[in-house]
T-cell receptor, first 116, second 116 residues
């Protein structure tokens, strides 16, 4: 049971380049999330998904797109990277619940992205 | 609006000292969940505890204990007889049940340094 995995672990991009971060979970979780972590700001939600084929915006969605074509995968895309997107990106997943917010989110190891 | 505040940015203690990490939250929901996560120097996020708003009993797990006080909107975390391995950034987070998808709102984190 690998839990939540993220690919790649580290990446350097030039401004304007594009890339896709991959998140995979093997826990059969319905919900998946993408957060970014910046110094002194905790983690902030970028996008999330409550099921295969559905996505929604979080707190800081600008400059990112996501897709959830398979239940176990959640992709985060940067179409045209900017230095402000330099951050550590975390993916998380959880079970769904009859009561939103009741389930624990489990996090991947993170992807460190540097945009020059 | 929902908010989580961890006023202590950094705390430094000597091994075997007790230390309390403060967490204050704001929410309009009557039903919500509170979480603590640990982020060791290796960078991953480790789940520590989940508490719902109807359960105000204090919880103890080994050297860790949590004090939830609804009257002061606080969910503080105490480590007894701290050890060097406790050195990490600790995050408090809130999940509101009126938010679709159970999104987490994180505090800014408290960096704990335990010196030998």
């Amino acid at each position: 049971n690998a839990g939540v995995t993220q690919t790649p672990k580290f990446r350097v991009l030039k401004t304007g380049q594009s890339m896709t971060l991959l998140c995979a979970q093997d826990m059969n979780h319905e919900y998946m999330y993408w957060y970014r972590q910046d110094p002194g700001m905790g983690l902030r939600l970028i996008h999330y998904s409550v099921g295969e084929g559905t996505t929604a915006k979080g707190e800081v969605p600008d400059g990112y797109n996501v897709s959830r074509l398979k239940k176990q995968n959640f992709l985060l895309g940067l179409e045209s990277a900017a230095p402000s997107q330099t951050s550590v990106y975390f993916c998380a997943s959880s079970y769904s619940s009859w009561l939103a917010g009741a389930e624990t989110q489990y996090f991947g190891p993170g992807t460190r992205l540097l945009v020059l | 609006a929902q908010k989580v505040t961890q006023a202590q940015t950094e705390i430094s203690v000597v091994e075997k000292e007790d230390v309390t990490l403060d967490c204050v939250y704001e929410t309009r929901d009557t039903t919500y969940y509170l979480f603590w996560y640990k982020q060791p120097p290796s960078g991953e996020l480790v789940f520590l505890i989940r508490r719902n708003s109807f359960d105000e009993q204090n919880e103890i797990s080994g050297r860790y204990s949590w004090n939830f006080q609804k009257s002061t909107s606080s969910f503080n975390f105490t480590i007894t007889a701290s050890q060097v391995v406790d050195s990490a950034v600790y995050f408090c987070a809130l999940s509101e049940t009126t938010n679709q998808g159970g999104k987490l709102i994180f505090g800014q984190g408290t960096e704990l340094s335990v010196k030998p």
